[in-house]
């Protein structure tokens, strides 16, 4: 058999100067590129042709690419693989050196983040490895016998590391050369469009400042709770999703509440500045494309920085070298300049309290030990139900609320650092009780048209590129078997609550035709109300339902949510992610692989008079996942936020601060409920 070779992006200089005049001896080998420029592509293909060899496009959905336990390797990387070469890496002499001439917390915590990120950026390393087990998929599928396989890899952080992950999995890592002082023009490039778009948006804010009308928002310098707003602000509306969901449900001020818009598709306009000014709450905006209101300027960083990093002096410190020396200095560079940011922000608005849910990349440790400096805490709550520990959402912070026991030990294990980790039970069950009319209304709406038994389906969404995401053909075959068996059955009900509802039909494709018949019988309902995200929690769906689904084990949240009704509960692994364990709920019960399986159990357990013994009964791990189940997580987070910010304007220390907080916790809802987890 030919030698076997991968690409991940031909471009016209790499296969001139690297692929090229390695492969031109190897007349009839096999070559499958990732990605190509158009013009690298055009050359690619005139000079394969001439030296006889075979140069294809490499096809490949993600939900295809398994190990030999049938687990999704984009998640088995994120969870082990990631985890087992970042332990490796840490051990390196060169980061060694890094943490040793800066053993500040935050920093070394932010480098490890910036590590092990999880995205298809091509500087990521979760990409890196996840191109090497294409590269192995491709060669057990079609070429099992070649006895050479070489992967040319852009050249990123930390190749040494990747070589030997390629290596373990019989793939030789090439990188491709890069033109010498390339990376460097490129980020002179970025650097000069980042200071430009400061200026523009310094200058936007003048003509904020002009138009500012005379009715200007009451200051007053008192400590605050600063939030930030993602996707829902909804403060009227306690039974859908709000960013303050906790501030609804206890007697947190409003006044307290300072809230931050930083996204460009969901910017503070005048419905939500009349919301937050009607509660007395206060809104900075970080970017000036997040923002409609010219009462309400943005908050930008400084034309000229003063932070006086002399970088080449810090990097040649450490004594980085290589590809690694870039990172390095950029990460360096990125920290300070955030840092000087926020720390400037705390002080200008007296933020004493951050809180977030975003987690998922180093931006939270550079706030942290931003507000820490003034004088401050951080607080970060679960958003999601993790099962699975992973570097990616390992977190450092001063506090955080959990779910429970379960949550605090998937913290540990990811390596998370947080002194105070508190248990709040799960932090939607409030929305529950507010939720029962409209659901009731629901289906009362679709037994009108006949149904007898209704179910509910939820979705995680799906991308337009299916060799990145499970893509939009998986999430059909969902879909269309539902709306098959709708559709044949004048007795069924079906309640749709996709994450993303405004793109649904888009993505939907040709089955839209099969939904907007079901629709027609009266006896199909979706929850379409929310852009970014669906702004009803699933739970709405379940509450109308006699069993719900949830399509996505390994993104377990909203089958949780289900659960939390009562409702019998059902989760679909069709990605594949037998290590879950929510497993234990058993297969065949709770678990199912494939739709026809599901099925025959659903109808199985309504002819059965006693039913299915264990179907969709979630009992044995609720406990496990929420503690309390009392409809009031979201009252003890935001009490214990009242509690912070009363001490603050009484001047007390951030040490403090924590401590009484923590005490008046355990106090009432038991000493257990509040832990340290690797810190």
């Known amino acids: 058999m030919n030698k076997l070779f991968f690409v991940e992006k031909i471009t016209v200089l790499n296969w ?36 006889d060899i075979h140069l294809e496009k490499l096809n490949f959905h993600l939900v295809d690419i398994k190990d030999e336990r049938g687990l999704l390797l984009r998640l088995r990387i994120a969870s082990q693989d990631l985890q087992d070469l970042k332990k490796k890496i840490l051990e390196t002499k060169t980061f060694q050196n890094i943490v040793q001439k800066f053993p500040h917390k935050d920093f070394s915590f932010y480098l490890k983040k910036g590590i092990t990120l999880v995205g298809y950026d091509w500087k990521a390393l979760w990409r890196a490895l996840l191109v090497v087990q ?73 003509s904020f400042l002009k138009k500012k009308s005379s009715q200007k928002p009451e200051q007053k310098n008192t400590p605050k709770v600063v939030l930030e707003c993602h996707y829902h602000l909804n403060l009227n509306r306690p039974e859908i999703f709000s960013e303050l ?38 809104a900075v905006t970080l970017d000036p494309r997040a923002s409609q209101i010219v009462d309400c300027p943005p908050f930008l960083p400084p034309l000229f920085s003063r932070n006086g990093i002399k970088r080449e002096q810090i990097v040649k410190k450490t004594g980085v070298k290589g590809y690694e020396k ?21 002080e200008k608005t007296n933020g004493k309290i951050f809180v ?11 706030i942290h030990d931003a507000i820490q400096s003034c004088g401050g805490v951080m607080a970060i709550y679960q958003r999601a139900l993790d099962t699975t520990p992973t570097p990616d959402i390992a977190i450092q912070t001063d506090l955080c609320f959990g779910y429970s026991q379960f949550a605090a030990q998937i913290e540990k294990d990811s390596e998370s650092s947080i002194p105070y980790f508190v248990i709040t039970g799960y932090l939607g069950d409030h929305r529950m009780a507010l939720l029962r009319s409209k659901a009731r209304s629901v289906r009362e709406q679709l037994q009108k048209s006949g149904a007898r038994k209704i179910i509910a389906f939820a979705d995680e969404n799906s991308g337009d590129d299916a060799r990145w995401h499970t893509g939009h053909e998986f999430m ?74 949830h ?34 709920l058993g297969v065949g019960q709770v678990v199912f692989n494939d739709w026809p399986l599901l099925w025959k159990t659903l109808q199985g357990h309504w002819k059965n008079p006693t039913g299915v013994p264990g179907f969709g009964d979630w009992s044995r791990m609720l406990k496990q996942l929420d503690p309390f189940r009392d409809g009031k997580a979201a009252y003890r987070m935001g009490t214990y936020i009242r509690w912070m910010i009363e001490d603050f304007k009484s001047g007390l220390s951030r040490e403090i601060v924590l401590a009484n907080a923590a005490q008046r916790y355990c106090d009432q809802w038991g000493s257990d409920k509040v832990l340290s987890i690797n810190g």
């Not at 931050?260 to 709450?281: C, N, V, Y």
């Not at 950029?330 to 705390?346: C, H, L």
């Not at 379409?528 to 769906?541: L, S």
């Open 134 to 206: 294409i590269a192995n998929w491709k060669r057990r599928q079609s070429h099992a016998e070649a006895k050479k396989c070489l992967l040319f890899l852009k050249v990123r952080p930390w190749m040494d590391s990747i070589k030997h992950y390629g290596n373990d999995q019989g793939i030789d890592v090439m990188p491709l050369l890069a033109l010498p002082g390339w990376d460097l023009r490129k980020s002179l490039v970025a650097d000069v469009y980042r200071k430009a778009r400061i200026v523009l948006w310094h200058l936007k804010k003048r």
């Open 356 to 366: 977030t849910w975003f987690r998922y990349d180093g931006r939270h440790c550079v």
């Open 326 to 346: 870039k990172w390095f200095r950029t990460e360096m560079v990125q920290y300070q300049a955030t840092k000087s940011y926020w720390m400037n922000f705390f």
């Open 551 to 584: 399509g996505h084990l390994c993104a377990a949240t909203a089958g949780l949510d289900f659960a939390l009704t009562g409702v019998p509960t059902l989760l679909m692994d069709r990605e594949g992610w037998s290590v879950s364990p929510l497993y234990h």
């Open 476 to 549: 059909r075959v969902n879909y269309e078997f539902l709306l098959d068996k709708i559709l044949s059955d004048s007795s069924l009900g079906l309640i749709l609550k996709p994450k993303v509802p405004s793109t649904l039909r888009r993505r939907l494709g040709s089955v839209t035709e099969l939904l907007e018949k079901t629709e027609k019988t009266g006896r199909c309902y979706i929850y379409e109300e929310g852009a970014a995200h669906g702004h009803y929690p699933p739970a709405i769906a379940a509450l109308s339902a006699d069993v719900a689904i």
């Open 16 to 51: 001139l100067v690297s692929v090229l005049p390695y492969i031109v001896k190897d007349r009839g080998a096999y070559l499958y590129f990732i990605d190509a420029s158009w013009f690298g592509f055009y050359w690619a293909k005139l000079t394969a042709t001439l030296f």
């Open 245 to 282: 969901f906790f501030w609804q449900e206890s007697d947190l001020r409003g006044q307290d509440v300072l809230i931050t818009f930083h996204i460009q598709k969901e910017p503070l306009d005048a419905k939500k500045w009349s919301e937050l000014r009607a509660h007395g709450m206060s």
